[in-house]
């Protein structure tokens, strides 16, 4: 394998020093050790380039234990969750459909402290035309996408901005609290990513339910970062400029369908890399901890569904 080469700008070398602790020499030790570990770990068939490996890494600061941890969750939730992870091909009738829906697109540019922010429309989808799952599944391939053409995100993270307009009691009803437990477990257990800050707009009182079960899973950290606007867009613009957003938030630069349309042809690009990314996951063994506890997850929220029924 290539050494790693560092082509990222001279500004975010110097954050990821100071948030992340890495250099040239931290980065090549945790890159060996991180291998070597994998290959004690004969029930887990990884991914082991460089770009997905930082990706942990720099997600859980350089620790590498951490980062270990992370990447084997990431496997068991794929094996025990396969609806959400698995057969994740960009041209399925059913992925197309939701790609073209404009749910969740990365804004050109970064902020100011050069973070991506990312757009979420969690109303912008008919719950008797699309399944949650499917919304779910187009959403880890997204990221998976912006993490491999813009490096960047992986040291400086992103900016969630959640538009409600549109979200309704029909949607809410889809939305589970057995799906939502097993979606934040993937989020925050499985994923190394490095949210900075939450904004919600557009609000509406169906969205409260759901918001407050989301809410007991996040860290203590997170929700400090979390901030409701309801329909106050100047509050909005003192974290995000109205000049960063599209034209119908009040930007000029671009439209929400030039975006959208940017970010489903780069997912598709990339059919190749998922048909690949099938064999990668974690064998059935009964030594893999990680796969117990994602199993335990799913199978408590399989009782909170059957609760909910009875």
């Known amino acids: ?40 770990k ?5 991914r082991t380039d460089h770009q997905t490996l ?19 969750m990431y496997y068991a939730c794929k094996t025990v969750m396969p609806k959400l ?3 994740r091909n960009p041209f399925l009738p059913e992925i197309q459909a939701v790609l073209r829906l404009g749910l969740m697109v ?17 109303g912008a989808w008919d719950p008797k035309k699309h399944k949650p799952k499917d919304l779910l599944k187009a959403a880890s391939m997204l990221l998976d996408v912006l993490f491999m053409d813009e490096e960047q995100i992986s040291v400086t993270g992103f900016v969630q901005l959640h538009d409600l307009s549109g979200f309704s ?5 889809v939305l589970d609290v057995s799906l939502v437990k097993r979606v934040m477990t993937v989020w925050r257990e499985a994923y190394p990513i490095r949210p900075k800050a939450v904004h919600y707009i557009n609000t509406p009182a169906a969205f409260k339910p759901i918001f407050e079960v989301g809410k007991k899973f996040m860290k203590e950290k997170m929700k400090k970062r979390v901030f409701v606007h309801d329909t106050n867009m100047n509050a909005l613009n003192k974290h995000i400029p109205a000049s960063f957003l599209p034209k119908e938030y009040g930007g000029s630069k671009y439209s929400l369908a030039e975006v959208t349309e940017h970010w489903a042809r780069r997912i598709e690009i990339y059919r190749k890399w998922f048909d690949e990314d099938e064999k990668y996951k974690m064998t059935d063994r009964k030594h893999a901890l990680a796969l117990k506890k994602v199993k335990d997850v799913v199978s408590a929220s399989q009782s909170i569904k059957k609760l909910e029924i009875d």
């Open 169 to 173: 009691l029909k949607h809410a009803s």
């Open 106 to 122: 990365p804004l050109p540019g970064y902020d100011a402290e050069g973070r991506k922010v990312i757009l979420a429309r969690l």
């Open 85 to 87: 992870l698995i057969n």
């Open 42 to 46: 004969p029930h887990i068939v990884a």
């Open 54 to 72: 930082l990706r942990y890494l720099r997600g859980c600061k350089f620790n590498v234990d951490k980062a270990q941890m992370k990447l084997e």
């Open 1 to 40: 394998m290539e050494p790693y080469v560092c082509r990222l700008d001279e500004n975010i070398q110097a954050i990821a020093r100071r948030e992340l602790g890495e250099d040239a020499r931290t980065r090549e030790e945790a890159l060996a050790q991180f291998r070597d570990w994998l290959k004690t």
